[in-house]
């Protein structure tokens, strides 16, 4: 799907609509979904309109604005991030204690395995933002910190 089709539809705009707004014909903005050249004028035109530029010429997104702050709850994130956080390290830790792996007085480097718990924290907020942890969820950063 090209970047600007893409961008069509996350705004929720019709051909008709964008062709009438940027005084071109529904072929042109078919043309533009097949990847052809938008000329500049167009394109300041689509950014009035809330298109994402950057995203149309380049494909990539800031990560900060991937976010819809407005239907996210800034307090839910935030106690999903540490939940997560806290997990993935005990996670991390129990398999490493189980596979003998800590130091001789039982201590753990997270920093050794910061990469391992940046996954497991990565899978963890996902699902408890999105209502989706139960255990499957948990055997899997199980199984990943195993297999690490």
Known sequence: MSH????????????????????????????????SP????????LLE??????????GK???LELIDKTAIDLGQAVE???YAAEESILSVYQVKRLRKELGVNGEFDAVKNLTLIKRAVGILARAELTGEL???TIRQVLDMADEA
Do not use: H, M
């Open 38 to 45: 938008i000329p500049s004028d167009k394109l300041a035109l």
């Open 49 to 58: 309109l809330g298109f994402d530029i950057n995203f149309l010429l380049t």
């Open 80 to 82: 999903a991030a540490i």
């Open 4 to 35: 600007f089709l893409e961008e069509r539809k996350r705004l929720g705009f019709g051909q008709e609509f964008l062709a009438e707004k940027l005084d071109v014909n529904r072929r042109t903005i078919g043309r533009w979904e097949k990847e």
């Open 134 to 136: 139960n255990q499957a």
């Open 61 to 63: 997104r800031p990560a």
